[in-house]
T-cell receptor, first 116, second 112 residues
Framework: GAVVSQHPSWVICKSGTSVKIECRSL??????MFWYRQFPKQSLMLMAT?????????EQGVEKDKFLINHASLTLSTLTVTSAHPEDSSFYIC????????????FGPGTRLLVL | QQQVKQSPQSLIVQKGGISIINCAYE??????FPWYQQFPGKGPALLIA?????SEKKEGRFTISFNKSAKQFSLHIMDSQPGDSATYFC???????????FGTGTRLQVTL
């Protein structure tokens, strides 16, 4: 149980285009989902917290107009990187928290984004 | 006050040995301490977690030791295996703030 999927697993795009990444909780309802960014050999950096049906809360220094987050249902959150640039290339990982178990976060497999 | 300090940065252990990774925190509001295992190119997977009302929790070969007064907790991997070679992250959160604060990670290599 507690499986989180991400799609796509990797994406290559041209500079200036937008990329959408989906995060789904497959076997549980997630009232809260989190989006992280991870650079090579570094820790996870929280970008934003999204609650179903409300606006995402962004961490300090994260541009909300660049990283658009939508949490339209209890099983789906999306991250859209708008007007992507090479410096946005990274490993993006989502996590979801079960409604009944407040602390535990289950992570998706990650999406590797390369912006050319 | 939100920091979680993790050490060592990297660790090499022989097969069958004990791997020990340490973390220290500052925020006394933290009340949930999970450990995650991450293989290259994959998302982190929850290994084991502890709350501060117990000093130790064991699941199979993995044990968390928790010292509330010192604000420290550690992961012990007994009988380490080559398949345990991965990056391990400690984390902490509080019930009032749901987000996890991660340590910097420890790259573990288990040699034959």
């Amino acid at each position: 149980g507690a499986v989180v999927s991400q799609h796509p697993s990797w994406v290559i795009c041209k500079s200036g285009t937008s990329v959408k990444i989906e995060c789904r909780s497959l076997d549980f309802q997630a009232t809260t989902m989190f989006w992280y960014r991870q650079f090579p050999k570094q820790s996870l950096m929280l970008m934003a917290t999204s609650n179903e049906g409300s606006k995402a809360t962004y961490e300090q220094g994260v541009e909300k107009d660049k990283f658009l987050i939508n949490h339209a249902s209890l099983t789906l959150s999306t991250l859209t990187v708008t007007s992507a640039h090479p410096e946005d290339s990274s490993f993006y990982i989502c996590s979801a928290r079960e409604r009944e178990w407040k602390e535990t976060q289950y992570f998706g497999p990650g999406t590797r984004l390369l912006v050319l | 006050q939100q920091q979680v300090k993790q050490s060592p940065q990297s660790l090499i252990v022989q097969k069958g040995g004990i791997s020990i990774i340490n973390c220290a925190y500052e925020n006394t509001a933290f009340d949930y301490f999970p450990w995650y295992q991450q293989f290259p190119g994959k998302g982190p997977a929850l290994l084991i977690a502890i709350r501060p009302d117990v000093s130790e929790k064991k699941e199979g070969r993995f044990t968390i030791s928790f010292n509330k007064s010192a604000k420290q907790f550690s992961l012990h991997i007994m009988d380490s295996q080559p398949g345990d070679s991965a990056t391990y992250f400690c984390a902490a959160s509080s019930t009032t703030a749901s987000k996890l604060t991660f340590g910097t990670g420890t790259r573990l290599q288990v040699t034959l």
